[in-house]
Antibody, heavy 119, light 107 residues
Framework: QITLKESGPMLVKPTQTLTLTCSFSGFSLRTSGEGVGWIRQPPGKALEWLALIYWDDDERYNPSLKSRLIITKDTSKKEVVLTLTNMDPVDTATYSC???????????WGPGTTVTVSS | DVQMTQSPSSLSASVGDTVTITCRASQAISKYLAWFQQKPGKVPTLLIYAASTLQLGVPSRFSGSGSGTDFTLTISSLQPEDVATYYCQKYNSAPLTFGGGTKIEIK
């Protein structure tokens, strides 16, 4: 059974860097076609895909946020880390990680973590 | 980048109605299209992948069709528990763009 869970700060100040960790189980992230993605959703707004890291370390980013995002993985720890620099109040959102499979897409999601950006 | 356009943005229907949501890609994406259901206060759950394949455990009243640029999600016999916002998403290649969402309410 695949599970994922996000962790990180609930509150960050403007200009700070946000670091979120996705801890997963039920898969290894060493299988061809597999990956972990990050998605966010500001309050009352639509879903926005942020980044994806594949089993082979290939990284993909939302072009509108690419300069601020870094995604990394540690398969031995079963963790994927997302970093978003220069946080702004408009980055206030629920951030979720999800298991990706190239045939099914983002098929299993974590419960999400809410991040507020405020001074 | 490929844009995903969903319509309508919201709809109200009666229990038992058949409801159809459309999703259009600005470029062909073959069948790499997923549909998600998001209930209030929850993260999305996968309903359909590969445009028409039902995820395990999803009721058979949900169905998907389409390929290339035009896709539909159909809910036959709408139930009260189907009140949610529905999103489409392309996943053939990055960026994995979502549609803008369709909010379904019960009349």
């Amino acid at each position: 059974q695949i599970t994922l869970k996000e962790s990180g700060p609930m509150l960050v100040k403007p200009t700070q860097t946000l670091t979120l960790t996705c801890s997963f189980s039920g898969f290894s992230l060493r299988t061809s076609g597999e990956g972990v993605g990050w998605i966010r959703q500001p309050p009352g707004k639509a879903l926005e895909w942020l980044a994806l890291i594949y089993w082979d370390d290939d990284e993909r980013y939302n072009p509108s946020l690419k300069s601020r995002l870094i995604i990394t993985k540690d398969t031995s720890k079963k963790e994927v880390v997302l970093t978003l620099t220069n946080m702004d109040p408009v980055d206030t959102a629920t951030y979720s990680c999800a298991h990706f499979h190239d045939l099914r897409g983002l098929d299993v999601w974590g419960p999400g973590t809410t991040v507020t950006v405020s001074s | 980048d490929v844009q995903m356009t969903q319509s309508p943005s919201s709809l109200s229907a009666s229990v038992g109605d058949t409801v159809t949501i459309t999703c259009r890609a600005s470029q062909a994406i073959s069948k790499y299209l997923a549909w998600f259901q998001q209930k209030p206060g929850k993260v999305p759950t996968l309903l359909i992948y590969a445009a028409s394949t039902l995820q395990l455990g999803v009721p058979s009243r949900f169905s998907g069709s389409g390929s290339g640029t035009d896709f539909t999600l159909t809910i036959s016999s709408l139930q009260p528990e189907d009140v949610a916002t529905y999103y489409c998403q392309k996943y053939n290649s990055a960026p994995l763009t979502f549609g803008g969402g369709t909010k379904i309410e019960i009349k």
